[in-house]
């Protein structure tokens, strides 16, 4: 089955450790996308790449940092210098010249 | 001028109702608009989506209403379903060359359809 996978889908963290979200897609596309979820919110962009070895800040990259050294591949750090880490994470992924974005199914993480 | 504003925030309608979720933004640029439906906990999933060079586009019982002039789009779901209750995201992305895929999504609508 082709799709985005994130794991875990629960992370709990102490204050102050850093943290790494997965995000793989075998969907063979070129973009990938983080976004943070808080309730009663809409989705902000952390973090986007458009190809490998490349990636661009998003509204709110304070605090996290990626990498995109596979095309199927884009783990999302949590760092201790994000203040409000607590929020539900999501991953999607585009084929380039396309506009559909394909969501993960998220990382709930609480950090305590 | 990046912002896509979304309302109501919550709504809660009889089944076989037609819940109404508006949008409106203001930077001229954009060119896609889609809709997303997300269910608690699980990730948003691609419902419909619409490009101002048609004023609606229907998919089942899901139709968007798309108001070029007026700077509005709005989802409209037809005979709604107690399966229908989840949180409906409108969004919209910006053309361009340097196009990067990036949408702006509004804050979300909560539908809860009563059996």
């Known amino acids: 089955d082709g799709g985005i996978t994130q794991s875990p889908k629960y992370l709990f963290r102490k204050e102050g450790q850093n943290v790494t979200l997965s995000c793989e897609q075998n969907?063979?596309?070129?973009?990938m996308y983080w976004y943070r979820q808080d309730p009663g919110q809409g989705l902000r962009l952390i973090y986007y790449?458009?190809?490998?070895?490349?990636?661009q800040k998003g509204d709110i990259a304070e605090g996290y940092s990626v990498s995109r050294e596979k095309k199927e591949s884009f783990p999302l750090t949590v760092t201790s210098a994000q203040k409000n880490p607590t929020a539900f994470y999501l991953c999607?992924?585009?084929?380039?010249?396309?506009?559909?974005?394909?969501f993960g199914p998220g990382t709930r993480l609480t950090v305590t | 001028q990046q912002q896509v504003k979304q309302s109501p925030q919550s709504l809660i309608v009889q089944k076989g109702g037609i819940p109404i979720i508006n949008c409106a933004y203001e930077?001229?640029?954009?060119?896609?608009f889609p809709w997303y439906q997300q269910f608690p906990g699980k990730g948003p999933a691609l419902l419909i989506a619409?490009?101002?060079?048609?004023s609606e586009k229907k998919e089942g019982r899901f139709t968007i209403s798309f108001n070029k002039s007026a700077k509005q789009f709005s989802l409209h779901i037809m005979d709604s379903q107690p399966g229908d209750s989840a949180t409906y995201f409108c969004?919209?992305?910006?053309?361009?060359?340097?196009?990067?895929?990036?949408?702006?999504f509004g804050q979300g609508t909560t539908l809860q359809v009563k059996p």
């Open positions: 999607a992924s585009t084929r380039q010249g396309l506009d559909e974005q394909y």
């Open positions: 969907l063979n596309h070129d973009a």
């Open positions: 790449s458009q190809i490998v070895n490349d990636f």
């Open positions: 930077n001229t640029a954009f060119d896609y």
């Open positions: 619409i490009r101002p060079d048609v």
């Open positions: 969004a919209a992305s910006p053309l361009g060359s340097g196009n990067t895929g990036k949408l702006i």
